[in-house]
């Protein structure tokens, strides 16, 4: 059971517990579920008891339980949910059955693998116009240009303009610093190059400084671990590579064997389109920055961990075969990603 198939099934309790006026007040459009936390309880969850509580007057745990009784009773629940628990203050808890399990997260891999870097594009702001004010200062206008393509990402018409006009968004992130001397400030941001500059503009939250200062910037150079751009762009190379040396020996990629390793990239890879959306709507790249650099270090992980290549004499078998999926999942994600903010995502480094 997917996200959409768990989140469409609690939807449909809603809808039914206010149709036999147990529950009052209106049914949501959508009900948002998610991959469960590190350190959270079962495979996913939601938090819709907690929207539902104050317009029916009664406790968020209150209105979990009686959503959790009747998804108990729905058969189609029990035979893909091994159980629903209850957290916190209110929060529904799903741990699929280890079958669904399994082809769940083969269903997201195939998912990604099939729409590649546009995996996650979607139509949730369809029909939406949206129109953004230009800007006269370096970040501000990198950040409305790269919101610009996250909004048509999720089906939004976007404008930018070239004067102000009334209606028209005006984005404005902390700007990037200057020098006293001005060529020689344009001088120091040429020899970081396009994506170490861009990088900076937009991994930062808008309120935050990006580190474009004489001391900061050259880190955003080194090619170490201890680089975020290094060590994401480093992930989507390193998938390109594993998928070249898999050709090679004739390996084709086919996700078929789950393991425990794989949790939490297929949780990485599982919201990015979430990510994609909210960085859309919150007007924040920082966002997808953010879930890239997670993303790339949950791949290079499991690829450490589990080596998705045979080794010497070792005949390549089916968890290879879903390692190598998942590599390339990863790096369909990461590619979409990069280019999204206009930065080289690179076959080779």
Known sequence: MTPAELSRTVRHAVCRAVADDALPGPVPERVVVERSRPGGSGDYATGVALRLARPAGRSPRDVAGMLRERLVADPGVGRAVERI?????????FTLARSTARDTAADLVRTVLREGPRYGHGTALAGTAV???????????VWIRTVADLLRTQGATVTVTTETVPGAETLRPVPAPRGSDHLDHLDHL????????RWA????????????????????LVQRDAN?????????ARARALARNAAHLGITPGYEEREDAHSALLTALGDHPATLEAAAR?????????HLEHTAEAFLRCQE?????PFGDEKPSAAHRSRLAL??????VLAGGLSLLGIDAPEHL
């Open 305 to 309: 961990t589990l080596p998705p290549l």
């Open 85 to 93: 628990e209850i957290t916190g203050p209110g929060f529904l808890n």
């Open 131 to 141: 129109a953004l004010a230009p800007a006269d200062e370096l970040r501000a206008g």
């Open 190 to 197: 040429a020899r970081l190059g396009p994506d170490a500059l």
């Open 228 to 236: 975020p751009l290094f060590r994401t762009r480093y992930a989507h």
């Open 282 to 290: 919150l007007r924040a790249p920082d966002r997808l920055a953010r």
């Open 201 to 220: 503009l937009l991994r930062p939250a808008a309120h935050d400084r990006p580190p474009l200062g004489p001391a900061e910037a050259p880190a955003l």
């Open 327 to 332: 590599a390339a999942a990863a790096g369909a």
